[in-house]
């Protein structure tokens, strides 16, 4: 056996849950997870600009010092911690005190809705007085809620969306060969720190220089002395433009971060989503303007910024275009190509058994996720049993399949995006008017979180990582999130009332959100969210231009790049547009093969590097900010 046989044996046999990420997970769990529920509770900010990226660095640092450096596959087990969601976890137990804010305030009552609070959503009446007097979730009227509120949906989910993430996996990664820009160069820049490629690593520091200057240069010296030296910005040519074209709106973005992913996605995406940027903000609005289809409530007026176009005109009519048009380029793939579709879920065990070995099975995993969604359906059924049983299983089976695939092949291509109001389409289209429904997670009855797996076993199969070890460490990160929610969350009731004076946020912008929380069930059947006619419209669109797109000009993903340059902000689909543009004239300037094996590893490390600032000046306000407790 020669030496790079005994090597790739080695490697073949590293693990990467050994004790040094789990004790990332442990520094996580007991450091940093606490940090960002308080900043919650504080200042209302999430996740103190915090990325896995940062732990790594300082773990690669830490460990390298004790003379035994990080491989690439423990790395690997650390990054799973963001797709996972270990830092966003730690809110569960916090979301379930302002859930009884919300059912015991006076915004409820004065809505006169207070009695319509089921049981499982929080303590009510006596038992809520009690709760907040005692301040523990050790009491028999937390026992519901926190069942149904966090155990079961979190359960479910993390099932579901397991077996979800494997079939879209096996179908775009395998089967279609879809590129995964984002994961691909994140899994190639954790080799390069595991394998200590000092040609690459090299490449990744100035990215992350690069980028800690940037962030310094902005959000650094706009906290300490409130003057950037590089302003984040939007340069607005709105009021020039609705000269012209009445209710249309252009602006261009200062902020390089937007600009980098253009990098490392094909210009012939960021093209579809710039051109369909345009075609709603511009035009369409224009079209909207011009026919006078404004509501009432949401006026029209001239010098208003490109953001009120944006948030407006999509609430109120893109947003039902958008679902029209991504129903199509979900739906009509799976017809046309229904044999890769079975191909890729038969072929599972195949496709994955160069790093799962033969516990995966095809029928298994549908009998699973069947056997998931039909508990998910009987147990809303049971909660909520008026609710139409049809809609559960169109949207918990079909719906939750459909996004999954359209949101993996969408982060095949590109930066992939998040679907918004589809637990709003759920509750719209049954005709259910009863408010039980609302008070239900919508992790019961949907399931989203695919996309972020399959992705994650791309990266999996790129570094060697078996499988089966994957999915130990995804359930084991989920279940540390809840304990260390629980203690913690626990932990900030006991030393002070929730909501109260220690904790800023929970004071000024609960009740805000106690409005709108309880506004919401009756502006949903005003219409305005969903317009059938303009989701009919986006369907027709939609299908027409797949079918070109894909049996003439043999680009199927076009659309689909398009619904994601819907979905962003149009200043952002014209950054990556313009990031993709410079990205072929930096390949011409500095050298095509050179800048080809390296653009993403700047794109990584210039993101890295902006973070960590983000992350080092959200820990110094959050410091700032708590002294305020002390006694002198």
Known sequence: MGETEV?????????????????????????????????????????????????????????????????????????????????????????????????????????????????????????????????????????????????IPVSLSAIANYTLGLFAFSLYAREEKLEFPFATWDAKTMKSFGDRDLSRIRVIALAILAGAVYGFATYGLTTLISVPLVPRTLVEFTSIVETVL???????????????????????????????????YVFGNTYITENSLWPVESQWIPNQRVFWHYSRSMLYFWNSFTIGWGIAVAVIPLLLKHKTVIRAFASIRERTGGFGGKWLNSKLLLLVYLSTAATAIILTLLLVPGFPVWVLVVFTLGVSFVITLLQTHAAGISGGFSLPYLRETLIYTSGYSGLDIWFLPSEMSLFLGGSGISQQLIQASMLGVDVKEYTKTFFLIIALGLAGSFTFVSLFW??????????????????VEAMNFWRWQSWLWTGYLFRPTWMYTGFGISTALYLVCDLVLHIPSFPIAMMTGMLMPPWAALAQFAGSLLSIAAGKFIGGGFWEANKGFVVIGMLIGDGLVSTILSVWRLISRSTWLMPY
């Open 7 to 151: 090597l790739e044996k080695i490697h073949s046999e590293q693990k990467g849950l050994t004790w040094r990420s789990m004790m990332a997970f442990v520094f996580i769990v007991f450091i940093i997870q606490p940090a960002i529920v308080y900043n919650w509770l504080v200042e209302g900010l999430w996740g103190l600009a915090l990325t896995s990226w940062a732990v790594i660095l300082l773990w690669v640092g830490l460990t390298r010092l004790l003379g035994s450096p990080l491989t690439s596959k423990e790395i690997f087990i650390i990054r799973t911690m963001e797709t996972t969601g270990l830092m966003a976890t730690g809110y569960f137990f916090a979301y379930l005190l302002r859930n009884q804010y919300f059912a015991n305030s006076e915004v409820a009552q004065i809505f006169g809705l207070q009695h319509a609070v089921p049981r499982f959503f929080s303590p009510l009446g006596d038992d809520a007085i009690r709760s907040m007097m005692n301040r523990t979730f050790f009491d028999a009227a937390w026992a519901l809620p926190i069942l149904v509120g966090v155990f």
């Open 246 to 280: 009445p209710g249309a709106s252009f602006s261009f973005s200062t902020d390089l971060t937007l600009y980098l992913p253009g990098f490392i996605i094909d210009i012939k995406y960021t093209a579809a989503q710039f051109i369909a940027s345009v075609a709603l």
């Open 494 to 511: 006991r030393l002070n009332p929730i909501p109260g004076w220690a904790y800023p946020y929970t004071i000024s912008a609960w009740p």
